[in-house]
């Protein structure tokens, strides 16, 4: 099992929460759902580089992290509940990533090739 971090742009990542987030430190990354294995954790090991966020992952998600196949979703906590402000601004701390893979779409038929099928469509009603 070898575990190669990348490392990502921390706006990229978590886009409008970046602001609102506390900094990440060990938190588990699940596939798809949070209730699978967990694939890794992310944190922001790189000390002084504030804006970066690495995930320490396997090496065939991590392939496919860097090449762009999944989308996040998030899980998290507010970080501190005495705060009255309106919970769009208030503070939070991630709890858990979910990487979601892409769906591939499907190719699209020329148009004489999507003209032929609708014409043989008709002819078969």
């Known amino acids: 099992m070898a575990n190669n971090p990348v490392t990502m742009a921390r706006r990229h990542v978590l886009g409008d929460l970046n602001y609102r987030c506390e900094p990440v430190q060990n938190v588990p990354v699940f596939l798809d759902d949070t209730d699978g294995e967990t694939l890794g954790f992310v944190d922001e090991s790189l000390g002084k580089y504030a804006d970066a966020i690495t995930f320490h992952l396997e090496d065939d998600p991590c392939k496919k992290l860097a090449t762009g196949q999944f989308t996040y ?4 906590d507010y970080a501190d ?45």
């Open 73 to 76: 979703s998030f899980e998290y």
């Open 81 to 125: 509940d005495t705060d009255t402000a309106s919970p769009s601004k208030r503070r939070i701390k991630l709890s858990s990533i979910t990487l979601i893979s892409r769906k591939g779409y499907e190719k699209p038929l020329p148009r004489r090739a999507a003209a032929a099928n609708g014409k043989a469509a008709e002819a078969a009603s």
